[in-house]
């Protein structure tokens, strides 16, 4: 259950299994005084605590891709990023070269790129020296990645597959950004280009912290399977 998507049809049953002995009988046409929804609920909140299983299924799927974006000198992090994505160094798996991977990785990582995807509308990538966040790709600042909020600008970049810290350096302990481009910006490109360098402006690098990601469904910022 925490590796493999379970199917539908799995999940149905275990719930009308649930249904009916919640219900005392086996008569199909019996009345369900209270939704599913509710029963799933935590007690306090006027529940009973049970197990949505679709829910439950995706929460212990996501939790490895937390594991693969905090655990990053474990041995089977270590084995997983060598086989896969050997020039990869960001903290979460890259999504665009899922075609290159297992059957069951593919199905993990594609919540990456779902739009609906819980694990990503409250995971957040945490910048620190910027050494394990992709420069275009991650959401590390505002709400998307760079290449989709300026693809024009990320057409013309020279490099677009390096981290963070490939696109500055530090003088005298402050962050100077170098951004590379095969041209020199045309007139008509110049607000494009001052929008997206404010923007970048905002963020702020640390040589001594290291990146990391942060839940923003727990207080602790930690991801859990319950929250």
């Known amino acids: 259950m925490s590796l493999f998507p379970m199917p539908t049809s799995i ?14 009988s086996l008569d199909k046409h019996a009345i369900h005084w209270v939704k599913q929804e509710i029963l799933c609920y935590p007690k306090v909140k006027g529940g009973l605590g049970l197990v949505d299983f679709r829910v439950r299924n995706k929460a212990l799927r996501s939790k490895w891709l937390w594991r693969y974006g905090t655990e990053l000198n474990s041995l089977w992090r270590q084995t997983v990023s060598t086989i896969y994505e050997p020039s990869s160094k960001s903290l ?28 990503m509308a409250n995971t957040r990538i945490k910048v620190g020296n910027g050494k394990n966040v992709l420069f275009w790709t991650d959401i590390w600042i ?26 500055g350096y530090f003088q005298e302990k402050k962050w100077h950004w170098n951004i590379e481009l095969r041209r020199q910006i045309l007139d008509w490109e110049l607000t494009l280009w001052e929008s997206f360098q404010n923007l970048i402006k905002g963020s702020n690098i640390k040589p001594s912290t290291i990146d990391s990601l942060i839940s923003v469904a727990d207080t602790n910022g930690m991801f859990s399977i319950r929250s």
Not at 103 to 108: Q, T
Not at 151 to 157: E, G
């Open 92 to 119: 979460l798996s890259s999504s665009r070269s899922a075609s290159n991977k297992s059957w069951l990785r593919r199905s993990i990582i594609a919540q990456l790129s779902d739009e609906n995807s819980v694990f």
């Open 142 to 167: 505002g709400n998307r990645a760079l290449k989709d909020a300026y693809p024009r600008i990320y057409a013309l970049a020279s490099n677009k597959i390096g981290v963070i810290a490939e696109f």
């Open 11 to 24: 999940c149905n049953y275990l719930s009308k299994l649930i249904a009916k002995f919640l219900l005392g």
